[in-house]
């Protein structure tokens, strides 16, 4: 079974970028599509972004323009590009990876400040 695990979160102020990054234990093709999620406090986790196999990606409608998913397919790693950051992108993001079943990882902390 693949393991996915994150990496790149931290505390940073608004108006500022951070890469976070999701290395797959195997092949990403493993997966039909993986994924970037994040939960805050007291929230339901909600998707960011995602991206298909075939290159396909959608985004959250808060972090549209933003925020951008690529993948690097020889080091099997998932990136999240996060521009112009604000303090409601707060929260645990999650790396998942999807296919008949959902593969996740633990999760990296993005605390955005003010």
């Known amino acids: 079974q693949v393991q996915l695990v994150e990496s790149g979160g931290g505390l940073v102020q608004a108006g500022e970028s951070l890469r976070l990054s999701c290395a797959a234990s195997?092949?990403?093709?493993?997966?039909?599509?993986m994924g970037w999620y994040r939960q805050a406090p007291g929230k339901q986790r909600e998707l960011v972004a995602r991206?298909?196999?075939?290159?396909?990606?959608n985004y959250g409608d808060s972090v549209k323009g933003r925020f951008t998913i690529s993948r690097d397919t020889a080091k099997n790693t998932v990136y999240l590009q996060m521009n112009s950051l604000k303090p409601e992108d707060t929260g645990v993001y999650y790396c998942?990876?999807?296919?008949?079943?959902?593969?996740w990882g633990q999760g990296t902390q993005v605390t955005v400040s003010s």
């Open positions: 998942g990876g999807f296919n008949s079943r959902s593969t």
């Open positions: 195997g092949s990403i093709f493993s997966f039909n599509a």
């Open positions: 991206i298909t196999t075939g290159g396909y990606t």
